[in-house]
C-alpha cells in the first residue's frame, strides 16, 4: 500500500540513524519500527472468553428486578427524611 505520511522531525531523525546504523533502507526501517510499536495493540487471540456464572437473586415475590431502582429511591428519602427529622429536633431544643 502506498501512502503519504508526514513525520515529525524527531521520528524522521530516528529513521535517518536506523537507515544508517543498520543498512536497512527508509521503507524497511519504516515498516519494521512501525511493527514493533503496534505489535501490542493487536488483539489476544489465545485468551479464554469471559464467562459469568449468574446466580438466582432469590427476590421476594411481587419484586420487579427491573424496577428495583425505585425501591432505593424510596429508602433514600426515609433516610434523607430520618436525618431531617433528628436535626430539627435538635435545633428545636
Given at each position: 500500500?502506498?501512502?503519504?505520511?508526514?513525520?515529525?522531525?524527531?521520528?524522521?531523525?530516528?529513521?535517518?540513524?536506523?537507515?544508517?546504523?543498520?543498512?536497512?533502507?527508509?521503507k524497511e526501517a519504516?515498516?519494521?519500527?512501525?511493527?514493533?510499536?503496534?505489535?501490542?495493540?493487536s488483539p489476544a487471540?489465545?485468551?479464554?472468553?469471559?464467562?459469568?456464572?449468574?446466580?438466582?437473586?432469590?427476590?421476594?415475590?411481587?419484586?420487579?428486578?427491573?424496577?428495583?431502582?425505585?425501591?432505593?429511591?424510596?429508602?433514600?428519602?426515609e433516610a434523607f427524611?430520618?436525618?431531617?427529622?433528628?436535626?430539627?429536633?435538635?435545633?428545636?431544643?
Open positions: 500500500m502506498r501512502t503519504t505520511v508526514t513525520l515529525d522531525p524527531d521520528v524522521a531523525q530516528l529513521l535517518q540513524l536506523a537507515t544508517q546504523g543498520s543498512g536497512q533502507s527508509f519504516l515498516n519494521d519500527g512501525l511493527r514493533r510499536g503496534l505489535a501490542h495493540l487471540s489465545a485468551a479464554e472468553p469471559f464467562v459469568v456464572d449468574a446466580l438466582p437473586l432469590g427476590l421476594r415475590a411481587g419484586l420487579d428486578p427491573a424496577r428495583l431502582h425505585e425501591v432505593a429511591d424510596e429508602l433514600e428519602a427524611a430520618a436525618t431531617t427529622r433528628q436535626l430539627r429536633a435538635r435545633f428545636e431544643k
